[in-house]
T-cell receptor, first 113, second 113 residues
């Protein structure tokens, strides 16, 4: 069963807009929450990640917001650009699982000019 | 610096045939992983190896075997391929520990007829 639930499945945003992708999890033992970006024909690549003791992390135009009590986290992409068009995956990991990633089902983002 | 190299990139098999997918990393990472990616399902963990000499099952191990040949190489074997194993297979590697990003190869696209 999917341990990390991700929404929306697809998203269309105009250039310069804000893209928001949401994820929720049930296992409170998860202790690392990365986001991966994937372009067609390529493997996923780490975009940004957060620990559960932090409520927000920002790197350039990308921000993770983390709500531990609600067991939810989200990715915000500010000033979205056509080059951001890709599939985004949230994930969670746990030490007892060798820090293997439990992925959400992905969000296909299209940024229109 | 090649990172994670997967071979072959594409393969077509007939039901019942066997095949080994190869993965090698040149980053001296301890941990290696195999995932499969299916449309609308995200990436799901098949097997992982937290260190040389150890392997553990992931979420979807049935029908697969793995070998951690040495620190660099981690292979995935399909003993008797089934159409349900048609997928894109990704190998990843990382240093040990929570905050270590996983580095993915570009995948093997496998079709089973």
């Amino acid at each position: 069963q999917q341990q990390v639930k991700q929404s929306p499945q697809s998203l269309i945003v105009q250039k310069g807009g804000i893209s928001i992708i949401n994820c929720a999890y049930e296992n409170t033992a998860f202790d690392y929450f990365p986001w991966y970006q994937q372009f067609p024909g390529k493997g996923p690549a780490l975009l940004i990640a957060i620990r559960p003791d932090v409520s927000e992390k920002k790197e350039g135009r990308f921000t993770i917001s983390f709500n531990k009590s609600a067991k939810q986290f989200s990715l915000h992409i500010m000033d979205s650009q056509p080059g951001d068009s890709a599939t985004y995956f949230c994930a969670a990991s746990i030490r007892s699982g060798g820090y293997a990633l439990n992925f959400g089902k992905g969000t296909s983002l299209l940024v229109t000019p | 610096n090649a990172g994670v190299t997967q071979t072959p990139k594409f393969q077509v098999l007939k039901t019942g045939q066997s095949m080994t997918l190869q993965c090698a990393q040149d980053m001296n990472h301890n941990s290696m992983y195999w995932y499969r990616q299916d449309p609308g399902m995200g990436l799901r963990l098949i097997y992982y190896s937290a260190s040389e000499g150890t392997t553990d099952k992931g979420e979807v191990p049935n029908g697969y075997n793995v070998s951690r040949l040495n620190k660099r190489e981690f292979s995935l074997r399909l003993e008797s391929a089934a159409p349900s194993q048609t997928s894109v297979y990704f190998c990843a590697s990382s240093d040990s520990g929570r905050d270590q990003p996983q580095h993915f190869g570009d995948g093997t696209r496998l079709s089973i007829l």
